[in-house]
């Protein structure tokens, strides 16, 4: 009897587990048929999106088409191709505005005119370097500059 018992247990162990195997597989098909209906809506839907670009080979030939099949003037021509050019065209968002690039530059013009003046005052002209920053310093300079006395 002690032969019998551990048998019928193994046994359910091995149903239990086959049919937790077989729930799992079953789940496993129905996630990737799932998938894939997704993954084939996007496509199409990313084809419908792709499909609105065109190479530029491309619409060449849809404008010459368009050009030869209608006769305008040349000048309509030219502005018919910028008002499409315009309507193509992104919008550029800049990371770094132009507005901070010009005070950027501005700062680093004044930051490179007082490095400029501690250099040349301190090394070439063998003063202190803080004797540059003076104001008193810089009245000399001036007065020499227009020999006013």
């Given at each position: 009897?002690?032969?019998?018992?551990?048998?019928?247990?193994?046994e359910?162990?091995?149903?239990?587990r086959?049919?937790?195997?077989?729930?799992?597989?079953?789940n496993?098909?129905?996630?990737?048929?799932e998938?894939?209906?997704?993954?084939?809506k996007n496509?199409?839907?990313?084809?419908?999106?792709?499909?609105?670009?065109t190479?530029?080979s491309?619409?060449?030939?849809?404008?010459?088409?368009?050009?030869?099949?209608?006769?305008?003037?040349?000048?309509?021509q030219?502005?018919?191709?910028?008002?499409?050019k315009?309507?193509?065209?992104?919008?550029?968002r800049?990371?770094?505005?132009?507005w901070l690039?010009?005070?950027?530059?501005?700062?680093?013009?004044?930051i490179?005119?007082?490095?400029?003046?501690?250099?040349?005052?301190a090394?070439?002209?063998?003063g202190k370097?803080?004797?540059?920053?003076?104001?008193?310093?810089?009245?000399?300079?001036?007065?020499?500059?227009?020999k006013?006395?």
């Amino acid at each position: 009897m002690s032969n019998s018992q551990p048998e019928v247990k193994t046994e359910e162990r091995k149903t239990r587990r086959s049919k937790a195997w077989n729930k799992l597989v079953d789940n496993l098909k129905k996630l990737t048929t799932e998938l894939k209906k997704k993954i084939s809506k996007n496509k199409k839907r990313l084809k419908g999106i792709s499909s609105g670009k065109t190479t530029r080979s491309r619409q060449k030939a849809m404008q010459k088409e368009e050009l030869s099949s209608e006769t305008t003037t040349r000048k309509q021509q030219k502005a018919k191709r910028k008002a499409e050019k315009k309507q193509n065209k992104k919008p550029r968002r800049r990371a770094f505005p132009i507005w901070l690039r010009i005070i950027v530059v501005i700062l680093l013009c004044a930051i490179a005119l007082v490095i400029g003046a501690i250099v040349g005052y301190a090394i070439i002209g063998s003063g202190k370097p803080s004797d540059a920053l003076d104001m008193d310093t810089w009245r000399h300079i001036i007065e020499i500059v227009t020999k006013t006395e």
